[in-house]
């Protein structure tokens, strides 16, 4: 299937046309057929004899309508642009084919209606004319007449080579579908339609749409039932778990947790845009929502969505002024998660990142972030290329070899009796979301030992040493007869000194001076993997040969990693082995 949106000025023959094309009646309203004059959106289709199967998006040509107009054309990969041979190119004409410019609409057709009531060849110079400079330049047009069907014949035959000619949609992407219509059908609840541009929906799937998960009941398309409809396609989706008043056209469902909600983001602008002005409607898809402008550079701006939308780097929208009821310029989106301009000159040095990457890949994001995940990336619309550096993170080669350097020189400053820095610590200070990002920055000469980052070879000092060593001997025959304080005094293992051995892994604290060897926990899930379950505080004690002083923080350290747990107040159980 295919999905063509028209376009052009009020009474000039579009719903005509899609009527002599169709057979079918695209005003739904009664006060559209009463008037004469289409107000909202219509839908019609037909099967041409190639076998494409065409579904038309009829649009209002008032420019009363004009928001409209935006919704139906705004996801719409193509448009059957209309001028009536008798009136020829009007205001209407010039507004519709500047929003289609400004929204990228590349692939289209020109028909000259009312070819029974005047000369088409005027109105066809003017088409031309104006369409030369633009993106639809040089597309096919026909001459026809909607009353007498002259040239219907032709025009079918050019909408099958538009349709042979438009790019092939991905129907593995995510799924957004820009909601056109919100109704409610008895029986079966809430039913919202749109144009599926990318992506496949079926029956059971789960999306979101307003921030809220709801659940495909039923689908249809072009008026027959479906289990699946992938795109380019137009659709009515039955929807489980949301009521109609919660969904108005402009919102979009789209698959979880593939997309970014932006309400901030950097695009980049029509040429010759009027700086002085501050706020506008952001035309997008079938959404309509009102932004602050900043701008940026002479073709950036920043812009502050009144709602969340879920963008891509690339979409295309335009702003109107819905005030002076005028385009004010085309954008494309950069960044849907720009940082903040917080410092003096921000602002520039932004604008000329910006204009160094006219559409940003992955390179440039993370040139932008630093930091991004493989899925944040893809939500951003640009699938990393490269390796992640840690779990799925990926990084910008300058940002990860600077924040590298920076962990070396920090470990490097560190006092011989506190060396190092834990993992946490290292993530924290480098403002790092993930602690493996921390890990993966661990290269020689640096290490990582018992959870701290530390210089390669470096020893704790031989006073120390020989005071671990003595501990160690203490813990030989029964490695669960912690030291006491005194003990611990007495081996000068106290303060900074304790501090230092405890990060440098040598022995393993569980408790407030209750320190074993680093082996403990594991030697001691072995013996009570021989208890019979459930075991209490006071079987720990005997089987492990100490005191309830080590069993209870033990048991406790056991708990938080998972090991044992617990059954009621006194009793625990081994977990079963993952």
């Not at 026909?142 to 080579?161: C, H, I």
């Amino acid at each position: 299937m295919h999905v063509i949106a028209t376009a052009g000025h009020v009474d000039h023959g579009k719903s005509t046309l899609v009527r002599a094309l169709t057979g079918m009646e695209p005003d739904r309203w009664a006060e559209e057929r009463r008037r004469g004059m289409t107000i909202d959106l219509g839908f019609a289709w037909t099967t041409l004899g190639s076998g494409e199967r065409i579904a038309f998006v009829d649009v209002p040509g008032h420019e009363r309508f004009v928001t409209n107009m935006l919704a139906g054309v705004g996801p719409c990969p193509a448009v059957m642009l209309v001028v009536a041979a008798d009136q020829g190119w009007q205001a209407q004409s010039a507004e519709h084919l500047a929003a289609l410019d400004a929204l990228g609409v590349r692939h289209g057709l020109a028909v000259v209606t009312r070819a029974d009531l005047a000369d088409p060849e005027p109105a066809l110079s003017q088409v031309r004319d104006h369409l030369a400079g633009t993106g639809l330049a040089g597309i096919d047009s026909v001459v026809v007449s909607g009353r007498t069907g002259q040239g219907l014949g032709e025009l079918k035959s050019a909408l099958a080579r538009l349709a042979a000619a438009l790019p092939a949609p991905d129907t593995e992407d995510a799924v957004r579908l820009w909601i056109d219509r919100v109704f409610t059908v008895t029986g079966a609840g809430t039913v919202v339609t749109g144009t599926l541009t990318g992506g496949t929906l079926r029956v059971g799937d789960e999306l979101e749409a307003g921030g809220r998960r709801v659940r495909i009941r039923g689908l249809q398309t072009l008026g027959e039932k479906a289990e699946r409809v992938p795109a380019t396609a137009r659709v009515a989706v039955n929807l489980r778990g949301v009521d109609r008043d919660e969904l108005s056209r402009g919102a979009a469902l789209v698959t979880p947790a593939a997309w970014l909600p932006a309400q901030v983001v950097d695009v980049r602008l029509n040429p010759g845009v009027e700086r002085r002005r501050q706020a506008a409607h952001l035309h997008l898809g079938s959404a309509a929502v009102p932004v602050r402008v900043r701008f940026l550079g002479p073709d950036t701006a920043r812009l502050t969505l009144g709602r969340p939308l879920p963008l891509r780097v690339g979409d295309r929208g335009l702003l109107r002024d819905p005030g002076r009821q005028e385009i004010v310029a085309g954008v494309q989106v950069l960044d849907v998660r720009p940082a903040a301009l917080r410092r003096r000159g921000a602002a520039a040095a932004r604008a000329a990142a910006l204009g160094a990457a006219p559409l940003p890949d992955a390179a440039a994001l993370l040139r932008w972030h630093g930091l991004l995940t493989g899925n944040e990336l893809r939500a951003m619309g640009c699938p990393p290329a490269g390796s992640p550096v840690a779990g799925d993170w990926h990084a910008d080669p300058e940002h990860w070899s600077s924040l590298t350097r920076r962990l070396a020189e920090h470990v490097a400053r560190r006092p011989a009796l506190d060396p190092g820095i834990t993992v946490e610590a290292a993530a924290h200070l480098l403002g790092l979301p993930d602690r493996r990002l921390a890990e993966a920055l661990v290269t020689p000469p640096l290490v990582v030992e018992g959870g701290r980052i530390l210089p390669a070879g470096r020893s704790l000092p031989p006073a120390i040493a020989r005071a671990v060593a003595r501990l160690t001997a203490d813990l030989a025959e029964r490695p669960f007869d912690a030291p006491t304080a005194e003990r611990l005094a007495e081996l000068g293992l106290t303060g900074k000194a304790l501090a230092a051995v405890l990060q440098s892994g040598a022995v393993l604290s569980i408790g407030k001076n209750v320190v074993l060897m680093p082996d403990a926990l594991d030697r001691a899930a072995e013996t009570l993997a021989g208890l019979p379950a459930p075991f209490t505080v006071s079987d720990v004690r005997v089987a492990l040969a100490t005191s309830r002083r080590v069993a209870l923080p033990l048991l406790e350290c056991l708990d938080a990693r998972g090991i044992t747990r617990r059954v009621d107040n006194d009793r625990r159980t081994l977990r079963p082995p993952r």
